[in-house]
C-alpha cells in the first residue's frame, strides 16, 4: 500500500525531470553568446566584454562539467534503483538526484549572475529582448517541425 501512495510522487519528479532535460534553451545548453556576432552587434559588446564573459564560462565550466557528471550517475543509479528496490531506497535516492541537480543549477546560476554584472543595464535589456526572441523563434519552428 506504501508503495502505491509514493508512485505518484515519483512519476511527478519523472516527468518534471524530462521536461526540464527537453526543455533547455540552447542558450542553457552551451551557447556561446557573448561571441556571437548578432548579440555583438546588438548589445554593442565590447572586446572586453566578451573577453571578460568568456572568462567567467571558463572558470565555472570545470565546477560545471563535474557536477554535471554527478548528476548523470545519480541519475543512472536513481533508473537502476526504480527497477527493484523499496520505496525508502528509491526516494532516498531522489533526494541525492535532487541536491546534485541543484548544485548544477546554483553554479549555472551564479556564472550568468557574474556575466550579467558585465553588461551594462541598456545591454542587459537589449539581451533580456534578445534572448526571448530567440526563445519564440525556436518554440515556433519546434511546433512546426511536429
Known amino acids: 500500500m506504501k508503495s502505491l501512495r509514493l508512485f505518484p510522487?515519483?512519476?511527478?519528479?519523472?516527468?518534471?525531470?524530462?521536461?526540464?532535460?527537453?526543455?533547455?534553451?540552447?542558450?542553457?545548453q552551451g551557447f556561446k553568446w557573448w561571441l556571437s556576432e548578432q548579440y555583438i552587434k546588438e548589445l554593442g559588446l565590447t572586446a572586453e566584454q566578451s573577453r571578460r564573459v568568456e572568462e567567467i564560462f571558463q572558470k565555472a565550466l570545470p565546477t560545471m562539467k563535474t557536477q554535471k557528471a554527478t548528476l548523470d550517475a545519480?541519475?543512472?543509479?536513481?533508473?537502476?534503483?526504480?527497477?527493484?528496490?523499496?520505496?525508502?531506497?528509491?526516494?532516498?535516492?531522489v533526494n541525492?538526484?535532487?541536491?546534485?541537480?541543484?548544485?548544477?543549477?546554483?553554479?549555472?546560476?551564479?556564472?550568468?549572475?557574474?556575466?550579467r554584472k558585465v553588461l551594462t543595464r541598456d545591454q542587459w535589456a537589449k539581451f533580456t529582448a534578445l534572448h526571448q526572441q530567440t526563445e519564440r523563434e525556436r518554440q515556433k519552428a519546434a511546433a512546426a517541425a511536429k
Open 74 to 93: 545519480s541519475e543512472k543509479r536513481f533508473e537502476q534503483l526504480v527497477e527493484g528496490s523499496d520505496d525508502s531506497t528509491v526516494m532516498e535516492q
Open 96 to 115: 541525492v538526484v535532487e541536491a546534485a541537480r541543484a548544485e548544477l543549477n546554483k553554479t549555472r546560476t551564479l556564472m550568468l549572475l557574474a556575466m
Open 9 to 28: 510522487a515519483l512519476a511527478a519528479t519523472l516527468a518534471l525531470a524530462a521536461l526540464i532535460v527537453t526543455s533547455a534553451p540552447a542558450a542553457a
